[in-house]
């Protein structure tokens, strides 16, 4: 559940941010759209009056510039605007960011060749119109900022506020989410009602014999024999030719690998052995087969023992893994002949524990061997609960320092 609240958050987080930078780049878009018609529109309606001023010589440059100066001050975009003779004679100069130009040219008159301009390409724009008159063609030139500062400012501004206040709400949430890590509360787990007519037994963490049981295995690391085979280290396959299941030799490290990924994705994950006794050759590879079509993802099924079966069921509660076995050990059968209490299976189950791959097999080993003995059921499962694991975990630990503050 946790990680699935840090998943939505990082999902919203991430929803909330594109959300922005779309807002972000569609209304710098929208307003650079409507800054450059507008000042398309402003130069039209300079240049057409300074043309109509200059184009016979009615005014003076003095009049014509007092004349255009107030049309010339309405829009805060523009940079630069000024009109020139072929010669290159400037008759009239307005200069509305003098920042713009890179040099103010000095004396009564003006030529086109002396103007030198600090044009951005990307937030400058430059407009260009021609007329003719009596005294020659005169051309307009207007440089017109793509963003107004102040409408730029009105975009910053709340986006600005949207993302410190996101921040902050994030900051918050995370916060309380830090509260809610593994080991600062106990693991969520969902409760599966138990058969009431069943032919298997249940062993619960209340009993201290059990894991009492899991502490001998562990102490004498006595895990049932393992025999090495040299094809399997060898990496010649991945499968025995003798049952076409996995080599043992693989199960311990398979099923830590599929231990890490249920506990990411807080899945359930049981464990079931299945010993075979007296079975020949023949048959254990008959009965394999049969194992296989019970439980068809092949590489999850491994040998065990001498004679046993192991099959690791990811995003399966321990219930439901029993009925799967009970399924295998009812209708299998030999040479016609069903098994019947030859069969026996030992399950745990994950249950919403951080457990390593060595326990969690000691423990189906520990519930196998109690299905071997039990005379009335040929199956056993082990259901455990978290905080008897933890303070199975805490003891253990707290004995094993001991032991080496003796020595």
Not at 59 to 80: C, G, M
Not at 132 to 152: K, V
Not at 293 to 315: C, H, L, Q, S, W
Request: hydrophobic share 40%; aromatic share 10%; charged share 25%.
């Amino acid at each position: 559940m946790k990680t699935k609240k840090m998943n939505a958050t990082i999902m919203i987080s991430l929803f909330v941010l594109i959300f922005l930078l779309v807002w972000f780049v569609f209304s710098l878009y929208t307003t650079m759209d409507r800054t450059v018609k507008a000042s398309g529109e402003h130069f039209s309606v300079m240049s057409g009056r300074a043309f109509s001023a200059f184009r016979n010589d009615e005014l003076k440059p003095d009049d014509a510039a007092r004349y255009l100066r107030p049309l010339s001050s309405k829009s805060r975009n523009l940079q630069l605007f000024f009109i020139a003779r072929d010669n290159g004679a400037i008759e009239y100069l307005f200069a509305g960011d003098p920042s713009f130009l890179n040099m103010v040219p000095e004396g009564p008159s003006l030529n086109r060749s002396q103007l030198s301009v600090l044009a951005d390409p990307v937030f400058s724009i430059l407009y260009e119109e021609r007329a003719s008159g009596e005294t020659g063609n005169l051309t307009a030139y207007g440089y017109y900022s793509r963003l107004d500062r102040e409408e730029l400012f009105s975009i910053f501004q709340p986006l600005f506020i949207a993302l410190l206040v996101f921040t902050i709400l994030i900051s918050v949430l995370l916060g309380l989410l830090k509260h809610e890590l593994p080991g600062e509360s106990k693991p969520e787990l969902v409760s599966e009602p138990e058969p009431q007519d069943h032919d298997f037994s249940i062993t619960d963490s209340d009993e201290d014999s059990f894991f009492d049981e899991v502490s001998s295995f562990e102490e004498e690391d006595s895990l049932p024999d393992t025999e090495m085979k040299a094809e399997a280290s060898e990496g010649v396959s991945l499968y025995s030719p003798r049952s076409g299941l996995c080599w043992e030799d693989f199960l311990l490290d398979r099923l830590t690998n599929e231990l890490k990924r249920s506990a990411s994705f807080e899945q359930e994950l049981t464990l079931a052995l299945v010993s075979c006794s007296g079975i020949e050759s023949n048959a254990y590879r008959e009965l394999a087969g049969q194992f296989s079509k019970v439980f068809p993802m092949r590489d999850m099924t491994f040998e065990y023992g001498a004679n046993g079966f192991a099959v690791i069921m990811p995003n399966t509660s321990l219930f439901t893994a029993i009925e799967q076995m009970r399924e295998y050990t009812v209708n299998s059968e030999v040479s016609g002949k069903k098994c019947g209490r030859k069969l026996a299976a030992g399950l745990s189950s994950r249950s919403g524990r951080l457990i390593s791959g060595t326990i969690l097999m000691k423990e189906a080993a520990v519930s196998l061997k109690r299905a071997q003995n039990d005379h009335e059921s040929n199956i056993a499962g082990f259901r455990p609960d978290p905080g008897k694991f933890r303070d199975y975990l805490a003891a253990k630990g707290s004995k094993n320092v001991s032991k080496k503050g003796s020595t």
